[in-house]
């Protein structure tokens, strides 16, 4: 049953209860009238155990995770950056982070998690807008990502833009290199 849905437990009816039927569960679609009624005849256990608070749904290494400490950790990319801006302002969408590198030229980055064909179309569109600006042209881009697939490199490679790949853990702290094989 597709969700979202409701779970009602209820004692079974007589002509239910008659057929040994000890509990019944009524699962019920919020959006139509399906239903599914699940007929217990018998539990043989029944543990409860309390998890304290539900935290709600938190995802660890979103976009936004990685600009955040790419932003802070911007020497990532290369001796001499510094960061210009995080979400940086266009008229077509922000710009991940601008930053200067060693020799004080622009460099729009654009940070996925994933990186595919879109995510170079999207900087290569943020290139050309931000390249009209006198201020900051000439502006280069880096496609940063966690993966890049192939098809991206190599067409990030043929329009001038450099490919990073992200190790989010060893961005976090978290990675022991001295306890890794490779």
């Excluded at 509990?23 to 139509?32: D, I, M, N």
């Excluded at 990073?164 to 976090?172: S, W």
Aim: glycine share 8%; with cysteine; net charge negative.
């Amino acid at each position: 049953m597709s969700p979202p849905a409701t779970l009602r437990v209820s004692s079974p009816e007589d002509v239910d209860l008659e057929l040994g039927v000890v509990e019944q569960w009524t699962v019920q679609s919020a959006k139509t009238d399906d239903r599914l009624i699940i007929n217990i005849h018998e539990k043989l256990d029944e543990t409860s155990h309390d998890l304290g608070v539900d935290p709600g749904l938190i995802k660890d290494g979103v976009e936004a995770d990685l600009q955040r400490l790419l932003a802070e950790q911007i020497e990532t990319l290369g001796t001499g950056y510094s960061l210009i801006r995080r979400e940086y302002f266009t008229a077509i969408g922000p710009v991940d982070i601008l930053a200067r590198d060693a020799n004080g030229a622009t460099v729009a980055i654009e940070l996925k998690r994933r990186g595919d064909i879109d995510g170079v179309e999207q900087l290569t569109r943020y290139l050309e807008l931000l390249n009209r600006d006198p201020l900051l042209a000439p502006v280069r881009g880096i496609f940063a990502a966690q993966q890049i697939k192939p098809q991206a490199k190599v067409l990030a490679n043929d329009r001038g833009i450099d490919c990073i790949t992200l190790d989010y853990d060893a961005m976090r702290g978290v990675d022991d290199s001295e306890s890794r094989l490779f």
